[in-house]
């Protein structure tokens, strides 16, 4: 990731890892009881040909002007306070305090259940998760990838292999998690409003084919998209009343802001995002709100339609107030969104496949 001349280095002395065998560092990330406790951690080497799990982050550096010191190896480092910030955040959500209360008289997590259907990106999160979070009821600390601490910048050999060296890690991480920064007023509103719209959007919506059997879904009719109209939808009552709504706020400011969340530094910075595109799972993480990176790419193929194309449902004046990408960025996204959708579909046909092949080799037995 490049790097402001001003950003404090690392002072750490590494042991030499051979990345051409597969060799990395990742950091070992101690337990802590609440979010605002330092990050205490030590440096490991482990091989990217182990079944080793591990979460690679990805942060601008911020102020670099403000630093943050953490522990590592016993020693006390400064880094850019937004990436220290990042790790505590990272830290809270995937290495949280033990409740007690959820844990049997072995230690092992009592199952839950929850009232009310899941959502595909939480149930797909938590499949995904479960292992590490094991692992770490166990006692087991994060494992966590960030180049500018597990790189020694100062080796002419690593950091000439850097992007590659990445591109490597991030295929094997668990998950890539990009970090967007603390919450604020917006951020919550417009991570549960963009989750909403991936739960409301069909889920082949895009796709060519999809087209020409579902025209009703794409402009100008967009039919899936009234289901939407809650969030634009201006309100019938006075303002003392609409003051005195409920959660106070205006049905038309979900649409606000998710343009004020999507202006966030992190996605209007093409480099990063196109180190994210090249991860197996990447994420988004604002404050502790979790937030996929197909929710961003179905997001970004909706708004390019909709100024592209006429619609019939979405108010003009909310088209023209959509949060516009750079256009390397779009560009990137949509290619990524294509990509990803078509290796879903592939992966359903095979699943379908091997499916139809078991049971027809179940009824063949049966007839022998």
């Not at 259940?113 to 590490?132: E, N, S």
């Not at 692992?135 to 050999?157: E, M, T, V, Y």
């Not at 790419?297 to 959509?322: C, G, I, M, W, Y």
Request: glycine share 4%.
């Amino acid at each position: 990731m490049p790097t402001s001349a001003n950003a404090p280095r690392p002072r750490l002395s590494y042991r030499r890892a051979n990345f051409g065998a597969g060799e990395f560092r990742l950091l070992e990330v101690q337990r802590a009881s609440n979010l605002d406790d330092r990050i205490v951690c030590r440096v490991i080497t482990a091989n990217l040909k182990d079944d080793i799990e591990f979460i690679a982050l990805s942060s601008l550096y911020g102020d670099t002007t403000i630093s943050e010191y953490i522990y590592i190896d016993n020693q006390r480092i400064p880094i850019p306070e937004n990436i220290a910030s990042g790790m505590r955040y990272v830290r809270a959500v995937f290495l949280p305090e033990p409740d007690n209360s959820k844990t049997d008289a072995n230690g092992k997590v009592k199952s839950e259940k929850k009232a009310g259907g899941t959502p595909r990106w939480l149930v797909h999160a938590l499949r995904l998760f479960r292992p590490m979070f094991d692992d770490h009821s166990q006692g087991r600390p994060l494992r966590i990838w960030f180049d500018a601490l597990c790189i020694d910048h100062n080796n002419a050999k690593e950091t000439q292999h850097q992007l590659v060296h990445m591109t490597q890690v991030y295929r094997k991480a668990k998950i890539v998690v990009g970090w967007l920064g603390p919450a604020d007023k917006d951020s919550d509103i417009a991570v549960d409003t963009i989750k909403v719209i991936n739960e409301i959007i069909p889920p082949n919506w895009g796709d060519e084919e999809d087209k020409k059997i579902n025209p009703q879904n794409y402009s100008p009719q967009h039919e899936w998209m009234k289901a939407l109209a809650q969030f634009w939808a201006e309100p019938d009552t006075t303002e003392e009343e609409e003051e005195a709504r409920k959660d106070g706020i205006p049905n038309n400011y979900h649409w606000i802001a998710c343009r004020q969340f999507l202006a966030r530094d992190y996605f209007n910075r093409h480099w990063i995002l196109t180190e994210m595109g090249r991860a197996k799972h990447p994420t988004f993480l604002a404050g502790t709100k979790i937030l996929g990176w197909k929710h961003i790419l179905r997001l970004t193929a909706l708004f390019q339609e909709l100024r592209d194309k006429p619609s019939n449902v979405v108010p003009p004046h909310l088209v023209t107030a959509l949060h516009q990408f750079p256009l390397g960025v779009v560009y990137d996204f949509l290619a990524d969104f294509d990509q990803r959708h078509k290796a879903e579909k592939l992966e359903r046909l095979q699943n379908t496949q091997r499916s139809d092949n078991t049971q027809f080799t179940s009824s063949s037995e049966t007839y022998t």
